[in-house]
């Protein structure tokens, strides 16, 4: 099952499919890191607080 890279949560199977390249099995952040996002390449940590 993939997990986050970043927090270790699991996410689903179609999650890691839509949000990772081909290849990849886990995707580097999760809907789990609220202060985290994705930034090309890179992840890094949200500009703005993300409300849950």
Do not use: H, L, W
Not at 11 to 17: D, H
Request: glycine share 6%; net charge negative; proline share 12%.
């Amino acid at each position: 099952m993939p997990e986050c890279q970043n927090c270790g949560a699991f996410v689903t199977e179609t999650y890691a499919r839509v949000f990772t390249p081909r290849g990849v099995e886990d995707p580097r952040v999760c809907p789990d890191c609220q202060d985290k996002i994705r930034d090309g390449a890179e992840v890094r940590d949200a500009r703005s607080p993300r409300d849950p």
